[in-house]
């Protein structure tokens, strides 16, 4: 799964994974940004121990949050 997201200004952004019962299971980015940079979070599911099921993928900065749902089958 890719996600592509760009920030308006340099700001603090954190790309995390959650299981459904709420757990971070990984982090794909913990740091700042560059303003205007076109950046993709990647997850790599093959190269990680995670289990066929739901995960939700949530990128937070200052002043926006998205989640997306991810569907992992093995």
Same mark, same amino acid.
């Given at each position: 799964?890719?996600?592509?997201?760009?920030?308006?200004?340099?700001? =603090?952004?954190?790309?995390?994974?959650?299981?459904?019962?709420?757990?971070? !299971?990984?982090? $794909?980015?913990?740091? /700042? $940004? /560059?303003?205007? =940079?076109?950046?993709?979070?990647?997850?790599?599911?093959?190269?990680?121990?995670?289990?066929?099921?739901?995960?939700? $993928?949530? !990128?937070?900065? =200052?002043?926006?949050?998205?989640?997306?749902?991810?569907?992992?089958?093995?």
């Amino acid at each position: 799964a890719t996600v592509e997201l760009a920030v308006k200004e340099r700001q =603090e952004v954190q790309g995390r994974l959650y299981d459904v019962l709420g757990r971070r !299971v990984a982090t $794909l980015h913990s740091g /700042p $940004l /560059p303003a205007q =940079e076109l950046r993709r979070l990647r997850l790599d599911a093959s190269a990680t121990s995670l289990t066929s099921g739901t995960y939700f $993928l949530r !990128v937070a900065g =200052e002043g926006f949050a998205v989640t997306k749902q991810i569907t992992v089958v093995r």
